[in-house]
């Protein structure tokens, strides 16, 4: 009569499939962590380009939409260059129409340093306020785009675009104004400037009432 025998694992196998498994899992993992970083990257860039393209519409139809008038004092029409640490920073003022107040406003785009990042910003007030009023009356001011490089405002002059413009001293208002945005997708831990460079970029033509 045979005697059964009951075959089994060793001590040995079961600690190697044991390593075994843990760097397959270890592979595994590696690989599901870099996919969601890649996917949460991309969604990141994804986010400021679509923020940046909406911006850049707000403010094209708002200067499509600019009222000027060189015998009304409330219109106005002004582009002025500055710059923070070699970064390009606009500066623009206009008199257009917004939903956000009754009748005409005046709206400006200004950035601000906070903390060592540029931010665009946005007052609105009616344009018919007096000067003594302006700065005493509560706006709406918002924060447009936040990290960006540069926020340039041109317009074209004969065959060169500026920097600079007052329609106070111009009576008038370009014929084409060219908005551009620059900003990186940068690593939100580090807040480095490693990442791509982005121009977001348009052309605006005032229509609606721009010599009344």
């Not at 911006?55 to 499509?64: A, G, Q």
């Not at 582009?79 to 070699?86: K, W």
């Not at 106070?168 to 620059?182: C, D, F, G, S």
Request: hydrophobic letters at 40%; glycine letters at 4%; aromatic letters at 10%.
């Amino acid at each position: 009569m045979k005697e059964s025998r009951i075959n089994g694992f060793t001590l040995l196998e079961i600690l190697i499939s044991i390593a075994i498994l843990s760097v397959v899992l270890t592979a595994l993992y590696n690989t599901f962590f870099l996919s969601h970083k890649a996917l949460a990257a991309v969604d990141g860039t994804l986010l400021k380009l679509q923020e940046s393209r909406a911006f850049v519409d707000i403010l094209k139809r708002e200067i499509e939409s600019v009222i000027y008038s060189r015998d009304n004092s409330y219109t106005v029409f002004r582009m002025d260059d500055r710059d923070y640490y070699g970064h390009q920073a606009s500066r623009l003022t206009m008199s257009s129409l917004s939903p956000l107040t009754n009748g005409m406003a005046k709206i400006n785009y200004t950035t601000e340093e906070r903390d060592g990042r540029l931010i665009i910003t946005k007052e609105i007030k009616s344009a018919f306020l007096q000067p003594d009023l302006y700065q005493k009356t509560q706006s709406n001011k918002i924060d447009m785009i936040e990290d960006v490089q540069s926020f340039t405002v041109e317009c074209k002059y004969g065959n060169r675009w500026v920097k600079t413009w007052d329609s106070a001293l111009t009576k008038n208002v370009p014929n084409e104004i060219r908005i551009l945005v620059t900003f990186y997708i940068s690593n939100k831990e580090t807040r480095d400037n490693t990442g791509r460079l982005y121009v977001i970029s348009d052309i605006a033509k005032p229509r609606i009432g721009k010599n009344l």
